[in-house]
């Protein structure tokens, strides 16, 4: 069974309908990443997908309840999928480890000394325990990605999305997130990543999801969408990102 | 009678104003700091009665605020005490400015940080007490300090109440004396020296809790 299945979602803002039937499954321990021009709604998708914006239509099964009916705990849904944002979004009053520890202390109820050791601990599997004490504002941007990227993997989420997670970063400290990424990916973490890199595509992916104008266009491995797609659009677009790096 | 001894007849009603300046602040603070979360809720009425409030109390005089409650309310059988109406007079004063100062520092907390704890799971309260309220605080700093400023020098008024702070003490004495100069002189002395005890206790306040990135505005 599916971790995550979504079915027709669709997606509108002031009549204009961004996700068209959106349908695509994620397994556990799969990882899949969402590609597509700017504006395809591919973070519409992600936000939809952990109901941090609400589905205009479609459902979405996430770990065989469908969470888009009334009444579900969207708290209880959210807090079992990690999500790490373009810019961070690390608490900027907050330490490293205050971060980290934050959303152990407060909904998973954990004692002060257990969220400390547990957020030790994935710090250290990122290589930042040695920056748990410094502010966001004393960190590189590349260890600003891992930090929010520890922050969302110490909940032990279900799934961990991504919302272009390296672009906001110049290629070195993208070179330093990538391969934070691709460790979780060996580790087979399930993940759902949203890029525009291929780079990071690759690196990270069981399968790349194309989406052209709010419908999903093809899913394939990346090397059978990168060079030479049959369909012109998913052709173009990878001839053009992948010869501007 | 030397000037330091006036200094230290004086200081016996330093301490009704550090205590009413205290109590007001406290008021201020508490106002202000309900408005702000109410303006939170964006809903209509809500809107409308925090924009008519801090008009009218941004723009009526303290001292007609204090004899609207102390001498006006008695008229239709409500009696306050001086001290209480005083600090009801500059705490709803000072709520009104610090509401702005607060509603401005909230706006200055970047959205992404709110839409994170939102997607980690976090409610409304708690995003507003463990990722808002703390940055909120910081940022306000320089206009809370300023509030305060305007409160300690407001509560010279209390002596229109028969509060027995420095002012209403060195009117006594002036009249005794007739050494106006020297007393007066000696007010604004012991002012300006529980202001610099204010705010050198909110600069370590503010040190204490700093931040880096974060800079008060």
């Not at chain 1, 068209?20 to 994620?26: F, R, S, T, V």
């Not at chain 1, 690390?90 to 969220?115: F, S």
């Not at chain 1, 600003?144 to 272009?164: G, S, T, W, Y």
């Not at chain 1, 997130?177 to 690196?203: G, Q, R, S, W």
Request: hydrophobic share 50%; aromatic share 10%.
């Amino acid at each position: 069974m599916a971790l995550i299945e979504v079915k027709d979602l669709a997606k509108a803002f002031d009549g204009k309908t961004v996700l068209k039937g959106i349908n695509l499954e994620l397994s556990e321990g799969q990882s899949k990443v969402v590609m597509g021009t700017s504006g395809c709604g591919k973070s519409t998708l992600l936000r939809c997908l952990n109901l941090l914006l609400p589905p205009t239509s479609g459902r979405i099964i996430f770990k065989g309840e469908d969470i888009t009916r009334p009444g579900v705990d969207i708290r209880k849904v959210r807090a079992d999928i990690g999500f790490v944002f373009q810019h961070f979004a690390l608490y900027r009053h907050l330490t490293v480890e205050e971060n980290v520890t934050l959303g152990l202390r407060k909904l998973k109820k954990m004692k002060a000394t257990e969220a400390v050791q547990k957020a030790s601990h994935e710090l250290e599997r990122v290589g930042m325990i040695e920056h748990r004490g410094k502010y966001p504002a004393q960190l590189s941007g590349g260890q600003k990605q891992r930090a929010a990227i520890v922050r969302a993997l110490a909940m032990d989420p279900a799934v961990l999305f991504l919302d272009e997670p390296t672009s906001a970063l110049d290629p070195e400290m993208s070179r330093e997130v990538v391969t934070v990424i691709n460790k979780l990916f060996l580790e087979n973490v399930t993940m759902l990543c949203v890029t525009h890199d291929p780079f990071l595509a690759k690196y990270i992916s069981d399968s790349i999801i194309f989406l052209d104008e709010g419908v999903v266009v093809a899913e394939d491995i990346a090397e059978r969408l990168f060079y030479n797609h049959a369909d012109p659009r998913i052709k173009h677009f990878f001839m053009s990102v992948i010869d501007h790096r | 009678m030397t000037f330091g001894n006036i200094l230290i007849i004086l200081a016996e009603g330093a301490g009704y104003t550090v205590l009413v300046t205290l109590a007001s602040i406290s008021a201020g603070l508490a106002v202000g700091l309900s408005l702000a979360v109410l303006s939170t809720l964006r809903w209509k009425a809500v809107s409308l009665f925090l924009a008519v409030y801090t008009y009218v109390f941004r723009s009526i005089p303290v001292l007609v605020l204090l004899f609207i409650l102390f001498f006006g309310l008695p008229g239709i059988g409500i009696r306050i005490s001086p001290f209480v109406s005083m600090v009801a007079t500059l705490g709803l004063v000072s709520g009104a400015y610090l509401a702005e100062v607060f509603r401005g520092a909230m706006a200055a907390v970047d959205g992404d940080e709110i839409l994170a704890a939102e997607a980690a799971g976090l409610n409304r309260w708690e995003i507003f007490f463990y990722i808002i309220m703390p940055q909120m605080f910081r940022m306000s700093v320089p206009g809370m300090i300023n509030e305060f400023t305007s409160v300690l020098k407001y509560t010279p008024f209390a002596y229109t109440v028969g509060i027995p702070e420095i002012m209403k003490e060195a009117m006594s004495l002036a009249a005794l004396t007739l050494r106006g100069l020297e007393i007066y002189l000696a007010v604004g002395i012991l002012y300006f020296l529980i202001y610099k005890l204010f705010v050198m206790f909110f600069m370590t306040l503010e040190k204490r809790f700093r931040v880096p990135g974060l800079a008060s505005k």
